[in-house]
C-alpha cells in the first residue's frame, strides 16, 4: 500500500513540479502568462500587474525559475541587444496614451532604461516612440510585450497590434525606417568630396516655429540683442552666432532637454559638428553638407535669412539694398575672413568673394584659378570701313573686402558681376570705339585704345565699389582681306627699310674701304705727321727766333736812340760852348774836321806841298792834315 502511494505521489509530482520548472539561459528573460484569473485587463492594456489572466508584469530572469504550468505559462525571449554602430528604437506598447499632437512619449529619469515596468507605469509612461534611444552596446531585459525594439536586423519583442501580428515578419521597413535610419550617425570628413562636412538637423516635434522664422534656435536671439545692446563689435556678434546651443540638449541626443529647453519643430539654426550621435530616427533628421570654408585670397559675404529684423547700417548715400549687423536679417556688413564655418546653408548663404586680383579673359580659354570667365567670349568688332574682326581681351579687377558686402548687395553675386555687368560694359565699348575708326587706325593706335578703355572701365566699376588693375589687349585676329593689304602694307615698308640697310651697307663699306686704304698707308701717314711736326717745330723755332731778333733790334734802336739824343745833346752843348770860344766858322771847321778824322776818309794827299803865301790858317790846316794823316 505504501509504494502505490509513493508512486501515485512520485507521479503527481512529476506531473504537476518538473513542467513547472524553467530554465531560463543567461541572456534570457522568461515571459509568463496566465491562464485564467477571476480579473481581466483592461481593452487598453495589454498586461498584468495585479494578477489578471493574461501576460504578468514580472519576467523570469536567468536561473531556474517555478512557475506551475496549471496556472502559469511561460515563453523564452532573448535580452535585447543592440550591436555595436546601431541603435535601438525602443516603442512602448503599454501607459498612458500620447496627448493630441504629440509624435513621441514624454520621459522621465524614473524610466531608467525601460528596464522597471513599474516604474515605467507608475510615473506616467507613455504609449509610442519614446524619445531615447539605446546606444550602441546595451544589453538589456526588457519586457517583450511591453516594449518592441527596432534595430537595423530585427526587431525585439511581441506586437499587441493586430496590422503589426499580422505581418510575417517585422523589420524596420515596417515601421517606415530604414537600416541606415538604424545607425549612429557620424559627422566626418567626406573622402569622396574631400569636404568638410556638418550635420543640418531638422526635427519632427516641437512646438512651432515663432511667426516669420524658419529655424529654430534655443532662446531664439535674445542673447544677439543683449551683447548689441552691450556695445559688441561685429566679431563678437559672429562667434556667438556659430557657437551652437547643442551643449543644452547633448546634440539633439537627450530630445527631452531639447524639448524642455524650448527647442521647436522644423529645421535647427544650430548644426552637428565632427563626431558620432545617438539620434532618433522618429524625431531627428540629419542631412550633411560641406562646411564653409574661404581660402586665402577670399571672403565670405553672408545673406542672413534669419535672425533679428533688418536694422540698415549702410547709410543713406548707398542705394542699392540694405546692410545689417550680424545677428539680423539681410546683407551682413562684416564678411567673414580666411577659415572654415559651421554655417547652416538653409538659414545663411554665403556668397564667396575673390578679394586678390581677379584676372577675366574674353577669350576661348578659361582662368583655371576661378573659371569665372567661363562665358565671356572673344570680343567680335566691326571697324569703320567695314571689316569684322575678333579681338582677346584681359580685365583685371579687385575687390576689396571691407567693400564686398556692399558688392553683393550691389550686383548679387560675382557671377552677376562679371555675366551682367562687365562683360556688356566691355563688350559695349569696344565695339563702339572701333567702330568709330577704320581697321589700320585701331592697329596703329592700339595703345591709346587700350589706356582708354582703361579709364572707361574703372569710372564704370568705381560705381560697383570694384577697382580696376588693368585692361590688356591680347589678341586680334583680323580678316585675311586686311591681313592682305596689310601683309603688302608691311612689305613695302620691309623693302623700304630693306633698300635703307643696303644704302647704309654701301655707305659702311666706303667707310671700311677708307678705313683700310688708311690703314695701308699708316706708315707714310706717320712720317708725314712726324715731317708736319718737324716743320712745324722749325717754323715755330723761326718765328720765335724773328719774334726775339724784333724785339732785339727794337729794344737795341730805342737805347741807341737814347744814346744819339744824349750824345747830340752833348755835342749840342760842346758846340755851343766852342761857338762861344771859337766863334761859329772856326767851330764849324773844327767840327767838319773831327768828322772827317773819324769817319777815316783821307782828304789831301799825304803829302802836301804848300807855298810859303799862306797865312797862319793854312799852317794850321797844314799841320792837322798831318796830324791827321800821322793817326791813320
Same mark, same amino acid.
Given at each position: ?9 512520485? !507521479? ?29 485587463? /483592461? ?26 504550468w496549471i496556472l502559469y505559462g511561460v515563453e523564452k525571449y532573448p535580452w535585447v541587444q543592440i550591436p555595436a554602430g546601431q541603435i535601438g ?9 500620447? @496627448?493630441?499632437?504629440?509624435?513621441? &512619449?514624454?520621459?522621465? /529619469? ?28 546595451? /544589453? ?17 519583442? !511581441? @506586437?499587441v497590434s493586430e496590422e503589426l501580428a499580422r505581418q510575417p515578419k517585422l523589420v524596420p521597413e515596417t515601421f517606415g525606417l530604414t537600416p ?24 519632427? #516635434? ?17 542673447? !544677439? ?36 529647453? =524650448? ?59 540694405? $546692410? ?36 577675366? %579673359?574674353?577669350? *576661348? ?20 570701313? =567695314? ?28 557671377? %552677376?558681376?562679371?555675366?551682367?555687368? $562687365? ?20 592697329? #596703329? ?15 564704370? $566699376? ?34 623700304? &627699310? ?11 663699306? !666706303? ?5 683700310? =686704304?688708311? &690703314? ?16 712745324? %717745330? ?24 737814347? *744814346? ?7 755835342? &749840342? #752843348? ?12 772856326? /767851330? ?45
Amino acid at each position: 500500500m505504501l509504494l502505490p502511494t509513493l508512486l501515485f505521489i512520485f !507521479i503527481l509530482a512529476a506531473v504537476l513540479v518538473l513542467p513547472s520548472l524553467h530554465r531560463i539561459g543567461p541572456t534570457e528573460v522568461g515571459l509568463v502568462m496566465r491562464r485564467f484569473s477571476s480579473r481581466r485587463l /483592461t481593452d487598453d492594456n495589454p498586461i498584468a500587474f495585479a494578477g489578471e489572466a493574461g501576460y504578468q508584469a514580472e519576467l523570469l530572469m536567468p536561473g531556474i525559475r517555478f512557475k506551475l504550468w496549471i496556472l502559469y505559462g511561460v515563453e523564452k525571449y532573448p535580452w535585447v541587444q543592440i550591436p555595436a554602430g546601431q541603435i535601438g528604437v525602443v516603442i512602448a506598447q503599454i501607459g498612458e496614451p500620447l @496627448p493630441n499632437g504629440a509624435k513621441s &512619449a514624454m520621459y522621465r /529619469t524614473e524610466f531608467e532604461q525601460f528596464t522597471d515596468l513599474g516604474a515605467f507605469v507608475k510615473f506616467g509612461g507613455q504609449k509610442g516612440v519614446q524619445r531615447p534611444v539605446l546606444p550602441p552596446g546595451t /544589453t538589456l531585459p526588457l519586457h517583450p510585450v511591453a516594449f518592441l525594439v527596432i534595430t537595423r536586423e530585427r526587431v525585439f519583442g !511581441i @506586437p499587441v497590434s493586430e496590422e503589426l501580428a499580422r505581418q510575417p515578419k517585422l523589420v524596420p521597413e515596417t515601421f517606415g525606417l530604414t537600416p541606415a535610419d538604424l545607425e549612429v550617425v557620424r559627422i566626418e570628413h567626406d573622402p569622396a568630396s574631400r569636404a568638410d562636412t556638418i550635420g543640418i538637423v531638422t526635427t519632427f #516635434e516641437g512646438e512651432p516655429l515663432a511667426s516669420g522664422d524658419i529655424a529654430g534656435r534655443i532662446g531664439q536671439y535674445g542673447d !544677439i540683442a543683449e551683447l548689441e545692446h552691450n556695445g559688441a563689435v561685429d566679431a563678437d556678434l559672429i562667434e556667438r552666432l556659430l557657437a551652437s546651443k547643442n551643449s543644452l540638449h547633448n546634440s539633439y541626443q537627450d530630445f527631452q532637454s531639447f524639448l524642455n529647453q =524650448g527647442g521647436r519643430i522644423g529645421l535647427q539654426h544650430d548644426p552637428l559638428l565632427y563626431g558620432a550621435y545617438n539620434l532618433n530616427p522618429f524625431l531627428v533628421r540629419v542631412e550633411k553638407v560641406p562646411m564653409l570654408v574661404v581660402e586665402q585670397g577670399q571672403v565670405a559675404v553672408i545673406k542672413s535669412y534669419v535672425g533679428l529684423p533688418t536694422a540698415d547700417m549702410s547709410g543713406s548715400e548707398f542705394k542699392f539694398g540694405m $546692410l545689417v549687423r550680424p545677428g539680423h536679417r539681410g546683407i551682413w556688413q562684416e564678411p567673414l575672413r580666411t577659415g572654415k564655418y559651421p554655417i547652416n546653408p538653409y538659414c545663411y548663404k554665403a556668397e564667396v568673394v575673390p578679394t586678390a586680383i581677379l584676372t577675366l %579673359n574674353w577669350a *576661348e580659354r578659361v582662368s583655371t584659378a576661378h573659371k569665372l570667365d567661363s562665358k565671356l567670349e572673344s570680343i567680335v568688332a566691326k571697324s569703320s570701313e =567695314g571689316f569684322v574682326f575678333k579681338m582677346d581681351l584681359q580685365v583685371q579687377i579687385h575687390v576689396p573686402d571691407l567693400r564686398a558686402p556692399r558688392v553683393i548687395s550691389t550686383v548679387g553675386t560675382i557671377n %552677376n558681376l562679371i555675366d551682367e555687368v $562687365l562683360q556688356a560694359a566691355v563688350g559695349n565699348h569696344f565695339r563702339d570705339t572701333l567702330q568709330s575708326m577704320p581697321a589700320v587706325r585701331f592697329i #596703329e593706335t592700339r595703345q591709346q585704345v587700350q589706356r582708354a578703355a582703361f579709364d572707361r572701365i574703372r569710372e564704370l $566699376l568705381e560705381a560697383y565699389w570694384v577697382e580696376t588693375r588693368g585692361v590688356y589687349i591680347q589678341d586680334v585676329i583680323l580678316p585675311q582681306d586686311l591681313v592682305n593689304v596689310l601683309t603688302q602694307r608691311e612689305i613695302a615698308k620691309q623693302e623700304i &627699310a630693306t633698300f635703307e640697310q643696303q644704302k647704309q651697307a654701301q655707305q659702311q663699306r !666706303i667707310e671700311t674701304e677708307q678705313a683700310r =686704304g688708311t &690703314a695701308d698707308m699708316q706708315a707714310e701717314l706717320a712720317k708725314s705727321k712726324v715731317g708736319v711736326t718737324i716743320r712745324t %717745330n722749325n717754323a715755330n723755332a723761326r718765328k720765335a727766333e724773328a719774334e726775339g731778333e724784333s724785339f732785339y733790334i727794337e729794344q737795341t734802336g730805342k737805347a741807341k736812340g737814347a *744814346e744819339v739824343r744824349a750824345v747830340g745833346l752833348a755835342k &749840342a #752843348e760842346a758846340y755851343d760852348a766852342q761857338v762861344k770860344a771859337f766863334g761859329a766858322n772856326a /767851330t764849324a771847321v773844327v767840327n767838319a774836321i773831327d768828322a772827317l778824322a773819324k769817319s777815316g776818309m783821307p782828304i789831301v794827299p799825304n803829302i802836301l806841298v804848300a807855298g810859303s803865301g799862306g797865312g797862319a790858317l793854312e799852317g794850321l790846316a797844314a799841320t792837322l792834315m798831318q796830324s791827321i794823316s800821322g793817326k791813320k
